[in-house]
C-alpha cells in the first residue's frame, strides 16, 4: 500500500483524516520507534497509521553550528515508515514561526483541527511547542478534552538501556555498522545523488560514485563493504570509502566514494542509497598512489567475501 506524504498540516485531504498518529522526529526509524508503531496500530487497529514528524530536524535549526548528525533525510525516513505499514507521514516544516507554536495550539490546531487526528501515540519523553512546554500530561488532559485517544508508550530497551538514535549514532561513528543494524532492524543507509568527482578512481581502475554526506552523520572514517540499490531497483555488492582521502589530500570535506563490484556503467545523477554492513579498515595514508591501488584491490576482495558469506548467512 503506497504511503502518502503531506508537507504541513493546512488542507488536509478527506481521506487522510481520522488517523492514529504516533509523533516524534523518527530519526533513524530503529526498533524503538517500530515497537510505538505496532503498539499503536494494536491499540486501534480500525483506524489508519500515519506518522506526525517534524523537517528539519529541531536541532538542525537551533544548533546550526552543530556538526550534521541525521541518520534518515526525508527520503530514506518514508521508505522506513512506509516498510512498517504507514499509511500517511504528516511532516511539519519546522521553522521559527512553528517553534514559536504552543503547546496548546499545537495540540488544538495542528492535531485535532489541522490533521482530524483521532488517536495518538507518544513515548513518555515526548515534548512539545514552545520550548518544550508541552508535556506528556498535559498532552493526555488536552486528548481527552477534544475527544482524542492516546496512548503512551514505554520505551523499548534491551541491556543497554532503551532503543534510542542517539546509541545509534555512537556505535556508527565508533565503526560498528554491524550493530546499529540490529539496532535498526535494517543496514543503515546513506542515499544521496551521484555527483561528478575528479575521476581519480577511475584512473586507479575503480571507478567511484561519488555522494556527498551532506546533513548524514559522518560514521567512523574508513573503507565498507556495502550494498547499493539503484534507482531501478537492482541492490548490487561494493565496497566504499568514507573519509577525506590521505593519500590524495585534495583538502575537501569527507565524502562517500563507491566501487560498485561487477558493474559498468553511469551512475551520474542517479540517487543511491548505500548500506553499510561491515567496516573493512581504518582510513589510512598510503606511500602513493601505486600502494593505494594495490590497497583498494584487497579492499574490494575482502568486501566481496564479506558479502558473499553474508548472504550465505555466516555473517
Not at 9 to 23: F, N, S
Not at 216 to 236: I, K, M, Q
Amino acid at each position: 500500500m503506497r504511503t502518502h506524504l503531506h508537507t504541513g498540516w493546512r488542507h488536509i485531504p478527506d481521506e487522510a483524516r481520522g488517523m492514529a498518529a504516533a509523533l516524534g522526529n523518527f530519526d533513524g526509524v530503529h526498533l524503538g520507534h517500530a515497537h510505538l508503531l505496532h503498539t499503536l496500530h494494536a491499540a486501534r487497529p480500525d483506524l489508519g497509521l500515519a506518522v506526525v514528524t517534524f523537517e528539519p530536524h529541531p536541532r538542525e535549526l537551533f544548533r546550526p553550528q552543530d556538526p550534521p548528525f541525521r541518520l534518515t533525510l526525508p527520503d530514506e525516513r518514508l521508505s522506513a515508515l512506509s516498510a512498517l505499514g504507514v499509511r500517511h507521514v504528516f511532516q511539519i516544516p519546522f521553522d521559527a514561526a512553528f517553534s514559536a507554536m504552543s503547546a496548546e495550539r499545537f495540540v488544538t490546531d495542528v492535531l485535532h483541527e489541522g490533521l482530524g487526528l483521532r488517536h495518538l501515540a507518544c513515548g513518555a519523553d515526548f515534548a512539545f511547542g514552545h520550548r518544550r512546554g508541552g508535556t506528556v500530561t498535559f498532552l493526555s488532559e488536552r486528548a481527552e478534552e477534544l475527544g482524542l485517544g492516546l496512548t503512551v508508550v514505554p520505551a523499548l530497551a534491551d541491556a543497554g538501556g532503551p532503543y534510542s538514535s542517539t546509541r545509534i549514532r555512537r556505535l556508527l561513528q565508533d565503526g560498528y555498522p554491524e550493530r546499529a543494524a540490529e539496532e535498526l532492524g535494517r543496514p543503515w543507509s546513506i542515499r544521496g545523488i551521484v555527483q561528478h568527482g575528479d575521476k581519480r578512481g577511475r584512473l586507479l581502475g575503480f571507478p567511484t560514485a561519488n555522494i556527498p554526506l551532506g546533513r548524514h552523520l559522518e560514521p567512523a572514517r574508513g573503507v565498507y563493504a556495502v550494498t547499493v540499490r539503484l534507482t531501478d531497483g537492482r541492490s548490487l555488492p561494493g565496497v566504499a570509502n568514507i573519509g577525506r582521502r590521505p593519500t590524495i589530500d585534495d583538502g575537501q570535506e569527507s565524502r562517500l566514494e563507491v566501487h560498485l563490484l561487477d558493474f559498468d556503467g553511469d551512475l551520474y545523477g542517479q540517487t543511491l542509497s548505500v548500506a553499510l554492513h561491515s567496516l573493512l579498515r581504518e582510513e589510512r595514508r598510503f606511500a602513493g598512489l601505486d600502494a593505494l591501488k594495490t590497497q583498494i584491490a584487497v579492499d574490494a576482495t575482502a568486501a566481496r567475501a564479506y558479502l558473499a558469506e553474508m548472504l550465505r548467512g555466516g555473517v
